[in-house]
């Protein structure tokens, strides 16, 4: 969807302003670009992420004027979702450990194309059979059922 709808375009433009190809780095080694053919998330598509946060619908001149922000040292504000973070950072988001900034959680509700379904849904009475979004959550992993019993060997040992 994303190519579709300029997410290609973008990529070219981003691609010639900093002179480096899919998987390739720059020759100051601060930007490594990568086409996506995925990004999930096509309620805003075209889309581009930055160390994980996701800039929203954006064109070709758009996408180089985030790069060029950038390069010029400013810190870009995703569309959504936590502050943009140094590659550093997100490598220990990723890798488990906690990250005590306070801009890393995103801010504010869904928006307003990831709601478009369940709006739709829910003018035509339609949801999810047996549903309720009261169901509590169980605090304790339930046990595992019992091993199944030993089957028996062709001369009726275990």
């Known amino acids: 969807m994303c190519g579709v709808l300029g997410g290609d375009k973008a990529y070219e433009a ?22 996506a053919e995925c990004l999930a998330a096509c309620d805003y598509a075209p889309v581009m992420t930055i160390n ?5 619908q954006v064109d070709a001149d758009a996408a180089v004027d985030i790069v060029r922000r950038l ?12 502050r943009l973070c140094t590659f550093k950072q997100i490598e220990m ?30 003018s035509v009475g339609v949801s999810v059979p047996g549903y309720d979004p009261n169901t509590p959550i169980p605090a304790v992993r339930p046990k595992d059922p019992p091993p ?9 040992a275990k």
């Not at 994980?52 to 929203?56: A, P, S, V």
């Not at 959680?105 to 369940?118: D, I, K, N, S, Y």
């Open 71 to 82: 390069q010029s040292g400013t810190s870009p504000l995703p569309s959504r979702g936590a």
């Open 148 to 156: 199944a019993p030993a089957k028996k060997n062709e001369k009726g």
């Open 93 to 122: 988001q990723l890798a488990g450990f906690q990250d005590d900034r306070p801009s890393t959680t995103g801010e504010g509700p869904a928006g307003t194309p990831t709601l478009a379904g369940v709006r739709l849904a829910d």
């Open 52 to 56: 994980y946060e996701f800039y929203d």
């Open 14 to 35: 981003v691609s010639e302003h900093l002179g480096v190809g899919h998987d390739e780095t720059t020759e100051d080694g601060k930007f490594t670009l990568e086409h």
